[in-house]
């Protein structure tokens, strides 16, 4: 039967793409460890490529997002999990999210049904539950770290103070009022997956690293701490990924974004950085 292949540098995944046949059909799924949905559809996968013989003209390939920078930005990947279906270098279809009926029917769409009955081995839909409170064990029952408590060091210059939750909000009015501070709680403001000393994912690893190279003070929200700003930000922001910088308490974008402003400004937030004049001001 078959099974996902993890494919594990960027060498290795361009050479194993090239040497396909052209009629294999590339179940290409990109995740993160971090991603409770991504266990889900880790399991989904495994499960659904089980159903095939080895010999189908079917390929599953798993691809962590972040540790293979370059395939990700390849395909478009901006949020995990991700599946892509390639035949011939030709992307045929993609699926975001951790739904098994939509990936299953996009694989047999083209590569046609399976052996075996999925019905009892699928798990069920992922659920979202509210992580513990600060005092809760580092390491919690989904493999993640607490970080709720997390105080920056002071030789961290480029931060400002950690903007913590208090007790969550039950109306979106209140809730949007409290994002609406949030933004506005530094000139520069972040929110990130974990902190700038302990980035949770590759694109917040790689924000802090284009905001610290250019010396840019700013203030952080951990939204692994707090999973009311982490869902709310989405619709409030109408941007549904992670990172996201805040300027002024206007949204920037995420990592591409921030990435392109700085290749096409090179002034780009400078007033902002330690020796700029609204940083010096606002320390």
């Not at 395909?75 to 045929?92: H, M």
């Not at 539950?129 to 920056?152: H, I």
Request: charged share 20%; glycine share 6%; net charge negative.
């Amino acid at each position: 039967m078959a099974n996902v292949q993890e494919v594990t540098d960027e060498s290795s995944f361009g050479s194993t793409i090239s040497a396909l046949p052209p009629s294999t059909l590339a179940v290409i799924y990109f995740h993160a460890p971090w991603a409770a949905p991504c266990k889900q559809m880790s399991t989904v996968l495994s499960t659904l490529a089980s159903t095939y013989p080895a010999d189908a003209p079917l390929r599953f390939f798993s691809v962590n997002a972040e540790e293979l920078p370059d395939v990700s930005e390849a395909y478009d990947v901006t949020a995990v999990p991700y599946i892509v279906l390639q035949r011939e270098g030709k992307t045929l279809e993609t699926v975001s999210g951790s739904d098994a009926s939509k990936v299953r029917a996009a694989v047999e769409k083209y590569a046609g049904a399976g052996s075996g009955d999925l019905n009892n081995t699928l798990p069920p839909a992922q659920t979202v539950t509210k992580p513990p409170q600060p005092s809760a064990p580092a390491n919690q029952s989904d493999g993640t770290k607490n970080l709720a408590a997390y105080a920056p060091s002071a030789s961290e210059q480029q931060t400002a103070p950690q903007y913590t939750s208090e007790e969550p909000q039950t109306s979106k009015e209140e809730l949007f009022k409290r994002l609406g501070e949030l933004t506005k709680a530094a000139p520069v403001m972040l929110f990130m997956k974990g902190t700038p000393s302990a980035p949770q994912c590759g694109f917040s690893r790689q924000t802090v690293s284009l905001l610290r190279e250019r010396g840019i003070r700013y203030g952080f929200f951990n939204i692994l701490a707090d999973d009311e700003v982490r869902q709310g930000l989405k619709e409030y922001a109408d941007w549904p990924t992670f990172p996201q910088l805040w300027v002024g308490g206007e949204l920037v974008g995420g990592l591409d974004i921030v990435r392109e402003e700085f290749e096409n400004d090179p002034n780009f937030l400078s007033e902002y950085s330690v020796n700029g004049q609204k940083a010096s001001a606002a320390a």
